[in-house]
């Protein structure tokens, strides 16, 4: 007989005792389950195949068969339905073969506690609920996948159908969006030169560090992520002087007075506010607020110690220290090239990690593999579709071109009137346009 889960659960139960039965008819009875009662394994077993039932509760003791035998049919014959063992404790030998030829799923000994025994039937009909939803989720999944597959055919071919037009377009917004790059750190780089107007010994200098950083963080094999952070960090990491006074723009810091210092100090905290409203400018303002700490905790402003120094931040202070060196920005002194290489290595170990210094070192020896084949030309002589080959520097060494700009007609315009308004010299390198204008 099916034995599907009714909506008034059916347990059956057998004892060859008919007080036992009573028992157990007036303890289920008020929990609306339907009762069937069979004083013998064979009894039940006609039960089983007459009703729906959901649960199976057996005595072991039972003349001709007994409950382990019959819940061993049970489990053979109907599999789905619940299978309990009423035993008493000498019992124990017969009820291990219960378990292991009936496989049931619970055995409670006699006599039982009226609690636990509703508990275990309660837990057993439970089972066969989750069992029964489970199979119905089982067959509902075969043949959703069947109806899956089927879409998913048609679906591939519609996918083939659009993948050109696709390519197409990704390969327009993967243009566009390095369009934005470009344009973003051209940005920085106009933005970084704003400083170094205010003195014309800070030209090209956040340049330098910037350039500097990134050859650092290349041979290190940070990745284009960190080149790129440390880059900009090494652009941007005097912004926090802009509200410096212009006599200590110019100062060296072994002059500066306590004063001074004190404002000085500050400039780390002020140029990570300033940065921290941009969301792609998080880990850059994270290495400008740090650039000016040490590995043995003597920096500021926050005296980080160790491995708690930004990686990035150590590879802009390595390159900020070489260059601020040459141009006196430390000391009264201006220190060759030579010198400013030993006071960076120096440091190795107590201001920056040694591996660092050693990745300075070698991006010193950096040369260009190829030298540009460009033309240098008057502002008179630049025509649309020119492609600049260097940076365009103003003679104050602020940026205003960077390489790679395709020249049109209103910028070779506006480049014409600015050599010929301010009467200067600007040095224009271009080559040959070798592909779209951009």
Sequence with gaps: MNSELTESPVVLFVDDEPSILSALRRLFRPQGYRVLLADSGRAGLAMLEAEPVDLVVSDMRMPEMDGASLLEQVRERWPTVGRILLTGYSDIGSTVAAINRGQIHRYVAKPWDDRELLMCVHDGLERRRLEQENRALMQLTRKQ????????????????????????????????????????????????????????????????????????????????????????????????KIGFPDAMLRKPLSTMSSEELTLYRRHTLDGEAALLPLGQ????????????????????????????????????????????????????????????????????????????????????????????????LPANDVAPGMVLSRDLLSPQGTLLLAAGFVFDERVVRQLREFAGRHGVKLSIHVRPQDGPAA
């Design 145 to 240: 996948n069947d109806e899956l597959q089927a879409f998913n055919a048609e679906l591939a071919e519609r996918v083939r159908a659009r993948t050109v037009e696709l390519e197409q377009v990704n390969a327009m917004l993967e243009a566009s969006f390095a369009q934005v790059q470009e344009n973003f750190l051209l940005s920085i780089n106009v933005f970084s030169g704003l400083l170094e107007l205010r003195g014309s010994d800070m030209a090209g200098y956040s340049r330098q560090v910037g350039g500097l950083a990134r050859r650092i963080a290349r041979h290190l094999d940070g990745g284009a992520m960190l080149e790129q952070d440390v880059y900009i960090a090494g652009l941007l990491h005097e912004v926090g």
């Design 281 to 376: 400018l998080q880990r850059v303002a994270r290495y400008v607020r740090s650039h000016h700490e040490r590995i043995d905790g003597k920096g500021f402003p926050d005296g980080l110690r160790g491995e708690d120094v930004p990686f990035g931040a150590q590879i802009v202070s390595i390159a900020s220290d070489y260059h601020a060196a040459q141009a006196g920005r430390l000391s009264l002194k201006h220190y060759s090239a030579a010198e400013a290489q030993a006071l960076v290595v120096g440091g190795a170990g107590t201001r920056y990690e040694a591996s660092i210094v050693q990745a300075f070192e070698l991006a010193l020896d950096d040369e260009p593999t190829e030298k540009p084949q460009d033309r240098e």
